[in-house]
């Protein structure tokens, strides 16, 4: 099987003009021109796209809904644990013990019990959202001994106090909403911690450029982890009209921060330009703000969409080996997104946020905006 079109983007090499993408059994065998791939390789059927084919987006921090236009893969911060069998990608149990006799009295035994009743090989990982500093610290040692992803959001935790707590890691990302300090930004690159920046507010645009050029890995969310419904089914309960610490009311939120309805207290004006899980145009918000503030970076555009793909990958530990996602080439699991997109620039023409034609997950095509074209190799 084979998909072709006039620009490939596979974000790991550069991209290839009249490209195809060669598949077998949802992996890819060989990304390159269509020319020769179609000469090498005995392909059954060829489906023709327009546009561009980009590695499918990988959205960092989400809530379990429908997955936004080009993503094929997230990370879903699910308050039921009966949620998990329905989301793609990681899904995280939340985490949000208010004290530590509530977490020892019911909660901790409640997440083992949902960790271990997942039907594998479903990835599963915790999101620690409790700001009690023992709880977090036993979230950690769970985290590290069933060998799970830990998700956390900057928005209850200090990157000191995760550390402090031993959350931090390769296998810890974090859901990045306000500005980070120069010494926060160092101890995250320090420890490899991805950082996921989540609906920004008017300041951190700069703070994302200094994240780029100081070497952190990048990746992008669609929600900040403290501020989607996640409701009283989460792994720490609180009465009616009462909130847990850092949790706002209804129509509450904090200042800098994007609501789940879009809504923008912070005047940023990209409440207006995101629709649910608009990872690019996260990602033009920012170059936009960038640009009105006057700041530059070498190769923005091409950096902002790796953080929309292979970042998201790194953060979700599925950036490498066979199956690894955020990329194209020979071995990586056949997820890709078709992008009604053209032009000599195509990292700058994707910032244009155009028209998603259609996803491919493991090789079968989801979300068909425009039909394929069938043609004979």
Not at 90 to 113: K, N
């Amino acid at each position: 099987m084979a998909h072709s079109a006039p620009l490939v983007l596979p974000v790991c090499a550069e991209p290839v003009r009249d490209g195809t993408v060669v598949i077998r059994g949802g992996r890819v065998l060989q990304v390159g021109s269509r020319a020769e791939l179609l000469s090498r390789f005995r392909v059954a059927e060829e489906v023709r796209w327009p546009g561009m084919i980009v590695a499918g987006l990988v959205d960092a921090c989400c809530a379990p809904t429908p997955p936004g236009h080009g993503v094929t893969t997230r990370a879903a911060v699910v308050s039921d644990p009966a949620d998990l069998a329905g989301v793609p990608g990681i899904s995280y149990v939340e985490a949000s013990s208010a004290g530590e006799q509530e977490w020892e009295e019911h909660d901790r035994d409640a997440l083992i019990t949902a960790l271990r009743e997942v039907d594998r090989p479903c990835p599963v990982g915790i999101a620690a959202r409790t700001r009690d500093p023992h709880v977090l610290e036993d979230v950690a040692v769970l985290a590290r001994t069933f060998g799970l992803r830990l998700l956390a959001g900057l928005d209850r935790h200090s990157p000191m106090a995760l550390d402090e707590a031993g959350a931090l890691g390769p296998h810890c990302h974090v859901a990045c909403a306000r500005p980070l300090d120069p010494g926060e930004r160092k101890l995250l690159r320090l420890r490899r911690s991805v950082v996921a920046i989540c609906p920004p507010g008017q300041e951190q645009a700069a703070d994302v450029l200094a994240l780029l050029e100081e070497g952190n890995s990048l990746a992008l969310g669609s929600h900040a982890l403290g501020h989607h419904a996640l409701g009283h089914h989460a792994l720490g309960h609180h009465a009616p009209g009462q909130h847990a610490p850092g949790q706002h009311a209804p129509g509450q939120h904090a200042p800098g921060h994007l609501d789940p309805g879009g809504l923008d207290p912070a005047g940023t004006g990209l409440g207006d330009l995101l629709g649910p899980g608009d990872l690019l145009g996260l990602a033009a918000g920012v170059r936009r703000r960038a640009r009105e503030l006057g700041l530059r970076v070498r190769g923005l555009d091409r950096r902002l969409v790796e953080a929309a793909t292979l970042g998201g990958a790194r953060a979700l530990g599925l950036d490498a080996g066979p199956g690894r996602i955020g990329s194209l080439g020979p071995g990586s699991r056949a997820d890709f997104a078709v992008f009604d997109a053209r032009g000599r620039y195509p990292y700058s023409a994707l910032m244009a946020r155009p028209p998603c034609l259609a996803t491919v997950v493991g090789g079968a095509v989801t979300g068909t905006g425009r039909p394929p074209r069938r043609a004979d190799p």
